[in-house]
């Protein structure tokens, strides 16, 4: 099994450019999660899916946007990126109902702004 | 809202010595999850250990053991018999049972570097 995959894994961009981060799992887990980790500072949450269809924000919501159109992919769009974007992206997921907290994730995606 | 305090960024250890990482954190729960993740180099963060509050037995895995106090709203993390493989940041975690997702609130890690 892959797991929790993320792409691209380094990306460099301009201020006011867009691109998305993708990510995709095949565990069949009904929870998928965006967090964001700044230097030094533990993980934030972006964005969390409960399901397809189902998405809603997490404590760092703003300059970001998700989809959920089916249940193995989470993308996560950044519009008009800004050099406070600069950070590394994580993807997770986990399986619905048992909530024991134990996430499963990517390997990041490091995104520079500049 | 819940913090999470993690006082030591850095911390080293000898290979086969015993290490303790901590961690505190605030919440008005009184029903709750903790975790250890491990961020190692190549970055996937995987679970190490998981407590949950109601359960006053601290959690064992392996050579990882933790040290619960609940009143004090502590929760360590000692590595017994420290190998090199432990080289990696060490986040701790809470997480609430209410809500309908595993959000964790996550702390500012310690990065531990077991040496020879």
């Known amino acids: 099994n892959a797991g929790v995959t993320q792409t691209p894994k380094f990306r460099i961009l301009k201020i006011g450019q867009s691109m998305t981060l993708q990510c995709a799992q095949d565990?069949?887990?009904?929870?998928m999660y965006w967090y964001r980790q700044d230097p030094g500072m533990g993980l934030k949450l972006i964005y969390y899916?409960?399901?397809?269809?189902?998405?809603d924000k997490g404590e760092v919501p703003n300059g970001y946007n998700v989809s959920r159109s089916t249940t193995e992919d989470f993308p996560l769009r950044l519009e008009l990126a800004a050099p406070s974007q600069t950070s590394v992206y994580f993807c997770a997921s986990s399986p619905g109902r048992t909530n024991t907290g134990e996430l499963f994730f990517g390997e990041g995606s490091r995104l520079t702004v500049l | 809202a819940q913090t999470v305090t993690q006082s030591q960024p850095e911390m080293s250890v000898q290979e086969a010595e015993t290490v303790t990482l901590s961690c505190t954190y605030d919440t008005s729960e009184n029903n709750y999850y903790l975790f250890w993740y491990k961020q190692p180099p190549s970055r996937q963060m995987i679970l190490v250990i998981r407590q949950e509050a109601y359960k006053q037995q601290n959690a064992t895995e392996n050579r990882f053991s933790v040290n619960f106090q609940k009143a004090a709203k502590s929760f360590s993390l000692k590595i017994s018999d420290s190998q090199l493989g432990d080289t990696a940041m060490y986040f701790c975690a809470f997480m609430s049972p209410t809500g309908t997702a595993s959000k964790l609130t996550f702390g500012t890690g310690t990065r531990l570097q077991v040496t020879l």
């Open positions: 565990m069949n887990h009904n929870y």
């Open positions: 899916s409960v399901g397809a269809g189902i998405t």
